[in-house]
């Protein structure tokens, strides 16, 4: 009988000793995480990241008053070198520049739906591959994905806002006058495809930004699930 009783105390002390490390453990962040939590915390993360990110571009001044913002072309700062001295092109930089941004600011509106989708489509592997990577592991993921949809739906809203803002036809007013300077070696560059292409350069930075800082900053970590996904990498 009195080994008995000991037995089931033994039992009772180890069930209970489980039941509070697991506890432990759990608050810690380093109960190992199913697969299904990881892709949908990971999921969970970018969402929230790239929707800040991409909130934060689309806004009046996000590109244009940010790091991200768009300068003028190598080509376009020797025509507004030249044209200093030709009345109406005095401030002709900040002015194109100032559209250049503002197309790309309409432009950015496209991108929070693409990405989600390809953040939808992503599938448990790909969601550990990223979770073990390097801290831009998410971003690389989603430039392969999204680069070309993103460009293909980017381009005729950066067509059109360069069009709204006069910005075409104000480059073309100063490539004319730039062109008729004795000497000068002639040029017309793609402006819509630069703008294109700096915009989405902007937009990535500011998404690999997002994601790094979800997963070196244990306060941007807003629900427990996001807790306890990336607190398997071991940074907090």
Known sequence: MKKKTIL???TAFSLMSCATLNGVL???GTVPVTSE?????LKEALTVGISKGAEALAKVDGYYKSPYKILMPEEARTIANKLRVIPGFADFEEQLTEKLNRAAEDAAQKAKPIFVDAITSMTIGDAWN????Q?????????????QPLYDAFKPV???SLEKVNALSYWESAVTAYNKIPLVKKVNPKLDDY?????????FSMVEKEEKEIR??????????LRRVFGQQGRG
Request: aromatic share 4%; no cysteine.
């Open 8 to 10: 089931l105390a033994l």
């Open 26 to 28: 759990s608050q810690a």
């Open 37 to 41: 939590e990881v892709g949908k915390g």
């Open 130 to 133: 990223i979770l073990k990577g």
């Open 135 to 147: 801290d831009n592991a998410a971003t690389v993921y989603l430039k392969q994905e999204t680069y």
């Open 158 to 160: 950066i067509v059109s």
């Open 195 to 203: 703008v294109n292409t700096q915009a989405l350069n902007g937009l």
């Open 216 to 225: 070196t900053n244990v306060g941007a970590r807003t629900t427990d699930l």
